[in-house]
C-alpha cells in the first residue's frame, strides 16, 4: 500500500496541515474540499496512520501526523529539486563545472565569486583544483571545462584555447632579512644574484616549461609546493618571487624584505591570469556567468588592493613597485609579466 502513495497526496497533506483546515487548502490547491478530505482519507488508509483529528470543527494534526509532516516536506522539497535540475540540463545548464586554479591566483576574489555561483547556481555540481600550476592540460584533455592561468606570456598557450584577461598579479623578489642579498639598498647586479641560490615555484606535471627566462641564477631550488617556497624563503634558504597577496603579511611584519634586480622593469614583474577554455566546448551558462563573476570580482579586489597599496605602503618602497603595477592594471595599461 505504501508503495502506492503519490506526490499528489503529499503536497494535499502538507497544505491542509498548513492551511489548518481542508477548505482553505482545497482554494489553495484549487479543488473542492470534497476532493481534499477524500485524498487526505486515502492517504491515511495507505499509510495506517491517523493525520488529522477530525472531532473538533478545524481538523487537528495528530501526534503521527506532525511526526510524518517533515518527512512529506523533505520529500516534496527533493522532487522539486529534482524537476528543477532536470529543467535547467534540458536547457544547457552544465551538471558539473570543473575549474582548474592556478596558485598564483588571489584566493579573495575567487571564494566571493564561488560562493556567488553556488547560489546562482545551485543544481551544479562545483569541482576545483587549487593545488597546481600546470592548468593547460586538464582544459585540454577535458577535464576542466575552465582554466584560471597564470603563465607570464599567452603566447606559450596552445592554439585550441580561448583566454580572457582577469587580473595582473605582482610577483615581488623577496629574501630573508638576515639573508646577504638583504643587505642591498639599491637594484642588485645580476652577477651578484648568480652566486646566490633561486627559489623556483614550479609544478612537476610542468617542467617542460621551467625555461630560464625565469631564471637569474644558475643556482636553482625547484619547490612543487608553495607554502614550502615561503619557508624557505623566510628560513634564508634563497631568493624568490611569490604573489604579493601571499607574502604582504610578512613583508609588513619585516620576516621577508623585497630585493630589486637590476633588470627589474620600473613597474616591477607582474603575471597576467586568465580565464581560458577550448574553443571548440566553451563553457555552459555556468562557466559563463562565473568567468563573468570574476571580472568584476577581479576589479573590486585591485581596487582595494591599490587603496591599501597607497596608505600602507612606506613611500621609498612606492616609488619603484606595488601601487603603481595595481593602479596600472586597473587602467587597462598593459605591463611586463614573467613567469615565476
Not at 76 to 102: C, I, M, Q, T, Y
Not at 134 to 149: K, N, T, Y
Not at 308 to 331: D, F, M, Q, W, Y
Request: with cysteine; charged share 20%.
Amino acid at each position: 500500500m505504501l508503495d502506492g502513495v503519490s506526490l499528489d497526496q503529499l503536497r494535499t497533506f502538507i497544505a491542509a496541515a498548513d492551511e489548518g483546515s481542508f477548505s482553505a487548502a482545497g482554494r489553495r490547491l484549487r479543488r473542492a474540499q470534497s476532493v481534499v478530505s477524500q485524498t487526505l482519507a486515502n492517504l491515511e488508509g495507505q499509510l495506517g496512520v491517523k493525520l488529522f483529528d477530525r472531532a473538533a470543527r478545524l481538523p487537528a494534526l495528530t501526534d503521527e501526523g506532525r511526526s510524518l509532516l517533515a518527512d512529506a516536506r523533505a520529500v516534496a522539497s527533493g522532487v522539486d529539486r529534482f524537476k528543477a535540475r532536470a529543467k535547467s540540463l534540458s536547457n544547457g545548464l552544465e551538471p558539473e563545472l570543473r575549474v582548474a586554479v592556478d596558485v598564483t591566483f588571489p584566493l579573495a576574489p575567487f571564494t566571493a565569486a564561488v560562493a556567488d555561483l553556488q547560489k546562482e547556481f545551485p543544481a551544479t555540481l562545483l569541482r576545483f583544483d587549487l593545488d597546481s600550476s600546470a592548468v593547460i592540460e586538464p582544459v585540454l584533455d577535458g577535464h576542466c571545462a575552465v582554466g584560471i592561468w597564470g603563465m607570464g606570456s599567452w603566447l606559450l598557450a596552445p592554439p585550441q584555447l580561448t583566454h580572457e584577461p582577469l587580473l595582473t598579479v605582482r610577483m615581488p623578489l623577496v629574501v630573508s632579512p638576515q639573508h646577504p642579498l638583504a643587505s642591498y639598498s639599491g637594484p642588485i647586479p645580476t652577477a651578484v644574484l648568480a652566486g646566490h641560490t633561486q627559489l623556483v615555484h614550479i609544478d612537476p606535471a610542468d617542467l617542460s616549461r621551467a625555461g630560464g627566462s625565469r631564471l637569474l641564477s644558475p643556482r636553482v631550488s625547484r619547490l612543487s609546493h608553495l607554502g614550502a617556497k615561503l619557508a624557505f624563503l623566510r628560513a634564508g634558504l634563497g631568493f624568490g618571487r611569490l604573489p604579493m597577496h601571499v607574502i604582504e603579511a610578512d613583508l609588513a611584519s619585516g620576516a621577508l624584505v623585497e630585493i630589486t634586480p637590476a633588470s627589474s622593469p620600473p613597474e616591477g614583474y607582474v603575471i597576467a591570469m586568465s580565464a581560458i577554455y577550448r574553443t571548440d566546448s566553451p563553457p555552459g551558462p555556468a562557466g559563463r556567468w562565473f568567468i563573468d563573476r570574476l571580472k568584476q570580482q577581479d576589479v573590486r579586489w585591485l581596487q582595494v588592493k591599490a587603496r591599501r597599496s597607497v596608505t600602507a605602503t612606506p613611500k621609498r618602497e612606492r616609488s619603484h613597485n606595488g601601487s603603481l603595477a595595481l593602479i596600472r592594471s586597473i587602467s587597462g595599461n598593459s605591463l611586463p609579466t614573467v613567469n615565476r
